[in-house]
């Protein structure tokens, strides 16, 4: 009940794609580049209703980060004929400063450098679900207390029922070798 509630939240609250959003913001600074890219724009459009065909995407692939990127880059300095002038055309951004790095750390070779995007959007993506699995435990804990409170759940009431009330206590013991074994067969 409190996992199906919670990832309810999440979804209300569009968690995961603003969560997202944030990350690649602060890997690209200004994105509006790479939400112009047909890797993007295929994410964000799916079926359905009009709002829901263009929504920003929960989740993005690190190889489709890379495409995005590259897409962005040429988008913004189309005349470009190598690496380096792709990336010195490009403005002062997180984005520029790593494909700078990259740049210095594999050359011109445009495989490397989108495998050296896809380290750094895996990288970044871990820290991001860190971060989701912290909120997500608070979340699940606070709804675990809230289900606990409404159903009167008392984990005291329920150890001392069954302390003193043998009856019980054995009827349960009893159904636990069938409970183990999983749903009845009807």
Same mark, same amino acid.
């Given at each position: 009940?409190? /996992?199906?509630?919670?990832?309810?939240?999440?979804?209300?609250?569009? $968690?995961?794609? $603003?969560?997202?959003?944030?990350?690649?913001?602060?890997?690209?600074?200004? #994105?509006?580049?790479?939400? /112009? #890219?047909?890797?993007? *724009?295929?994410?964000?459009?799916?079926?359905?209703?009009?709002a829901a065909r263009h929504k920003q995407p929960a989740y993005l692939a690190a190889r489709s980060f890379a495409d995005g990127v590259v897409e962005a880059a040429l988008l913004a *300095?189309?005349?470009?004929? #190598?690496? #380096?002038?792709l990336i010195n055309g490009l403005p002062e951004s997180p984005m520029k400063q790593r494909l700078e790095a990259l740049h210095t750390e594999v050359g011109g070779?445009?495989?490397?450098? $989108?495998?050296g995007l896809e380290g750094w959007f895996d990288d970044t993506m871990n820290r991001m679900q860190g971060a989701y699995k912290r909120w997500s435990r608070w979340?699940?804990?606070?709804?675990?207390?809230?289900?606990?409170?409404?159903?009167?759940?008392?984990?005291? *009431?329920i150890a001392d029922t069954l302390w003193s009330d043998g009856p019980l206590r054995s009827?349960?013991?009893?159904?636990?070798?069938?409970?183990?074994e999983g749903p009845c067969q009807d």
């Open positions: 009940i409190c /996992s199906a509630g919670v990832e309810l939240l999440s979804n209300v609250l569009r $968690k995961r794609s $603003k969560e997202l959003d944030a990350v690649l913001t602060s890997m690209l600074g200004d #994105t509006s580049a790479f939400k /112009s #890219t047909s890797v993007y *724009r295929s994410l964000s459009s799916g079926s359905g209703s009009a *300095r189309g005349g470009a004929q #190598t690496a #380096t002038e070779d445009l495989t490397h450098i $989108k495998a979340a699940l804990l606070i709804a675990g207390f809230i289900v606990a409170a409404a159903m009167n759940v008392s984990a005291v *009431r009827a349960l013991v009893g159904a636990a070798p069938q409970i183990a």
